[in-house]
Every structure is written in structure tokens, then in C-alpha cells.
């Protein structure tokens, strides 16, 4: 049997559940998975996923509960005592501690001392595995510096999501610890877009594998049913810049009182979003309901005609991976409606399998649903759509993939 640990900042994460569904994927092949997190999501999470495998009692939390809240000061001095400790007595420690120094000189000191403080609290500790998957480039090469202090050992596999290889601070700080970090281990990110731009720092290219994120397509019945009266636009994401709401609520303004638009997130550009739809004149036409549960976001969907999701580069540089709710609208039928970003156009083949239009651009936004509602027969469409998320974002398949890689 296969021992694999997943090594993670926060368990379990609400807005991550594809880590849980790939942990759950592995468990089902057979592999005997352990979950190595810094840190318990303190958020109230009710996912039937997380029960299944009982994954809570599965997870070892390694850093000090009260980590976050230790002052500035104290966690200098604690830094101090950790350099001298590792010169004097943990030589195995000294690839780690350039890592807490380097944080140090790039005056990330709360990464320092975060890194610091749980390597030598577990620094007895052994962890052994085959493999070991980190999620998000960062994490993999924290975790790389605890395989090299001797607590973790297996292979590292590092999956690449979004921010932490397109934010601008983010590549400012890991770009080249995470070139370094492909001489060491496999890096899998979840896109063409991603291995490119990793091929293109420097990074190893035999050590690259794209290694697709996925939804279980049998939680998703497959509708093909006519458009409603008043088309019904649905939108579930976060109110953050990257999702490209605000282009959501512009299109409204092209749109006449044959379109409704839901938002199903919350977050917080919300209360902007809602003043923005009152200047527009369009709140009549906008529901905002804030952060809903996953049976409430179902009922929507099934009862939706047009999944949108508008996604920009933010004022960051921060950018998507591949969305799964784009997949998951896919599945269930839905007509999609998305932007040429990232790697949603190896999602979604414009035309074929729905709709992409440029990134801050409301009125293409409008003419493509507006487009949706002129065509003859959408069967086609959504069963294309159906088609490639069965075929290219089958969480089950791809379970069996990464179960043959680690």
C-alpha cells in the first residue's frame, strides 16, 4: 500500500475543496493518506466530503495553535535563539534556516518565524512516506526544507495552482525557490499556462507534469431543458478583484429585464458591488446572497440558464488556475460564459463547449449571453461542455493518474 502524506498551511479550507476530493480520490485507490498541516481552518467547515474518509482524524497540525499571535519583538528574538540552535546543534536544519533568513532579509518575518517555530518544535519528528503532494508552489518548498531537516521523507510532488506563481510579490519572493525547487521534486501544475510560464523562469522541464484539478462528475445531474422566460445568469465566487464581478454587474447595464443575475459568495468587495448595481440602475435585476451552503448553490444552479464568471488579472497580477465551478456548471448543463484568462481556454473551447470574450469587457460579456439566447438548439453545446470536463476534469480519473505518478 501506498503511504502518501498531504502537506498543507490550513486544513481543511472551504474555498479548497478540490485537496479534499483529491485526498478522498487517493484513499479510494487504495493509498494510505495522512494530512501534515501548519495550522486547523478555525471556520466552520460541514462538507460530507471531509466525513467520508474520516479526514480530520487523519491530519497531524504542527505548529503552535497561538503561532499567528506572538508580537513582532518576541518573534525576532525567537529568531535569534533558532539560528544559534541550528549552528550549534541542528546542522540537518541549515537548508531550512536559509529559507527563515532569506524570509528575514525579505522582511516576511511572520513566514520566518512561522517556518522556524514549527520546524524546531518538530524537529524529533519523523514522517515517513512514498510521496508526499504539497499544494500551492510555496508550500512545496516549505515542505522541501522539512524533508531536508529529516522530519518528512518521500518524493515531493508540488502541485501549482494560481497566485503563487502570478502574484507579483508572490513571484518576487518564490520564483526562484521554486526553479530550484524542480531539481529536488515534481512539479505538477494544474495547466498548460502554468508549466509554460515554470519552463520559462528556468524551472527543470523533465520534472514538470500538468496534473489537471477535477470534480466527481456523479454528483452532477446532466440538465438539457430550454431557457427560461427571464434568462437566469448565476455567478458563485468570492466578491475579490480576480473574479471580475464588477464586469458581471456593467454587462447587466446591455442587458434588458429578460436577464436576471445571482451572486452566490459574499465577500469583500460586495458592498461596492451593490452600490455599483444602484448607480447602474440595475439592482432590480441583481440578487446578492452572500455566502451560501453547497445544497443552496446546487438548487440555483439547477434552476440557472448561464453560468458566468469574468475573470481578470487583478491590480496584483494575481490570476486563476482553472476554475472548478466553471467545471462543475459544465457538468450540470449549464451554458458558461467565461474570459480568455489563464487556463480557462484548455477548459472552455470557445463556441464549442461555451463562451469566452476578453478580460474587462461588459459589453462582449452582454453580447455573448445575448448570443445564447438567439441560437436555434444549445444541446450541442452542453453536451460538449458535458463531454470535455468527462473526458479531460474527471476527478475519478484523474485519481488514478496521480495515484500512478506518486
Not at 512545496?140 to 503563487?164: D, N, R
Request: glycine content about 6%; aromatic content about 8%; cysteine-free.
Amino acid at each position: 500500500m501506498k503511504k502518501v502524506v498531504f502537506f498543507v498551511r490550513k486544513f481543511p479550507v472551504l474555498s479548497q475543496t478540490f485537496v479534499i476530493d483529491q485526498i478522498n480520490g487517493l484513499i479510494e485507490q487504495g493509498a494510505d493518506v495522512e494530512i501534515v498541516s501548519f495550522y486547523k481552518e478555525h471556520q466552520e467547515v460541514q462538507l460530507d466530503s471531509l466525513q467520508k474518509n474520516n479526514l480530520l482524524d487523519r491530519t497531524r497540525f504542527l505548529a503552535p495553535s497561538d503561532a499567528i499571535k506572538v508580537k513582532k519583538p518576541l518573534k525576532l528574538l525567537y529568531l535569534i535563539k533558532f539560528f544559534i540552535a541550528v549552528k550549534t546543534s541542528q546542522p540537518s536544519m541549515k537548508d531550512a534556516a536559509d529559507l527563515v533568513m532569506y524570509a528575514l532579509k525579505k522582511n516576511n518575518i511572520n513566514l520566518a518565524y512561522e517556518v522556524a517555530v514549527t520546524l524546531w518544535n518538530n524537529r524529533l519528528l519523523r514522517i515517513n512516506a512514498d510521496s508526499i503532494i504539497a499544494h500551492f508552489g510555496n508550500n512545496g518548498v516549505v515542505a522541501q526544507k522539512f524533508i531536508s531537516a529529516g522530519i518528512l521523507t518521500g518524493k515531493l510532488h508540488t502541485v501549482f495552482h494560481g497566485y503563487e506563481i502570478s502574484e507579483y510579490e508572490s513571484i518576487a519572493f518564490w520564483k526562484q525557490e521554486y526553479v530550484r525547487l524542480s531539481k529536488k521534486s515534481n512539479l505538477l501544475p494544474i495547466s498548460n499556462f502554468w508549466k509554460n510560464r515554470l519552463e520559462k523562469w528556468g524551472a527543470k522541464g523533465t520534472s514538470i507534469a500538468v496534473h489537471r484539478m477535477g470534480v466527481d462528475m456523479h454528483k452532477f445531474d446532466f440538465k438539457d431543458r430550454p431557457l427560461s422566460k427571464q434568462i437566469q445568469i448565476v455567478s458563485v465566487a468570492r466578491a475579490t478583484e480576480k473574479k471580475g464581478l464588477e464586469y458581471a454587474i456593467k454587462a447587466m447595464s446591455y442587458l434588458d429585464d429578460t436577464f436576471h443575475l445571482s451572486l452566490i459568495g459574499g465577500g469583500a468587495l460586495e458592498d461596492k458591488l451593490i452600490q455599483m448595481s444602484k448607480e447602474l440602475g440595475v439592482s432590480h435585476r441583481i440578487t446578492f446572497h452572500g455566502p451560501k451552503t453547497p445544497q443552496f448553490v446546487k438548487e440555483t444552479l439547477d434552476n440557472s440558464d448561464i453560468f458566468l464568471l469574468p475573470s481578470v488579472i487583478d491590480s496584483m497580477g494575481d490570476m486563476e488556475g482553472v476554475p472548478v465551478a466553471l467545471m462543475e456548471a459544465m457538468a450540470s448543463g449549464l451554458l458558461v460564459v467565461s474570459t480568455f484568462h489563464s487556463g480557462i481556454p484548455e477548459l472552455i473551447d470557445d463556441g464549442i463547449n461555451g463562451f469566452l470574450v476578453p478580460e474587462k469587457d461588459p459589453e462582449s460579456i452582454a453580447k455573448a449571453i445575448t448570443k445564447i439566447t438567439t441560437l436555434e438548439s444549445l444541446t450541442n453545446i452542453r453536451t460538449e461542455a458535458r463531454v470535455k470536463v468527462e473526458e479531460e476534469f474527471n476527478s475519478r480519473t484523474l485519481a488514478k493518474e496521480l495515484y500512478e505518478i506518486v
